[in-house]
Structure formats: structure tokens, C-alpha cells
């Protein structure tokens, strides 16, 4: 015989929507702030972005999942300072493409993959 679960615990799961708090939301949600913004944007800046996007999540997640059991090399630690003095105001934990489509930034980000390409 299978035990069954409360009605309300399946509502109110760790992992349900109300749980998570009034902050979170899906990204569809969250991403159309900046869509008219991004209509604006040439696709060459969109393709940047994304590939900027896509390399600062892959290194932020990689970080994440291993946490305070990740010894970094010396580069990589040369290469976080960089890239948080670099972009200050830039939240690389929940990045957006709108973040990435300024030209100063694309500026400054060049300049810094630049730097660490050969490395």
C-alpha cells in the first residue's frame, strides 16, 4: 500500500513557486523589462552577448556547484578580480544580455578577454 502525502505539502513544496518568494518568477517574466530594448539592438551586439553571457554562466555556475571545495589556480583567481573590478556594477550571478549590449562594456570586455587569451 502507498502512503500518500498531505494535500497541502505538494502546494507548498521546497521546490513550488510560492516557496521561492516573491523575487524569483521565471526569466520569461523577468526578461520582458528589456525586450523592447533588445529590438534595438543589432544582432552582431546580440551574438556578443550571448557569448559573453554564456561564458560568465558556465564559469558562475562551475563555482557554484563545487562551492568551498574549488581551489583556483592563481590565474583564475587573477582572472575573478579582474573581472570584478573590471564590471563593479555587473551581477554575475543572474546576468542579462541588456547588461552586455552597451558599448562600454563591450569595450571593457574585450579588452579584458584580450588579456587572458593566451593565458
Known sequence: MRAQRPASKGAQGPHSRQARGPSSGNARSRNTDTAPQLLS????????????????S????????????THL??????????????????????LDVAQFTDEVVKRKWAALAQRYAAS
Open 73 to 94: 589556480t592563481k590565474i583564475d583567481q587573477e582572472l575573478a578580480k579582474a573581472v570584478r573590478a573590471t564590471f563593479p556594477t555587473i551581477d554575475l550571478l543572474t
Open 41 to 56: 539592438v543589432p544582432p552582431e551586439q546580440l551574438t556578443w552577448a550571448h557569448r559573453a553571457m554564456a561564458f560568465a
Open 58 to 69: 558556465t564559469h558562475s555556475k562551475r563555482l557554484a556547484k563545487y562551492g568551498c571545495k
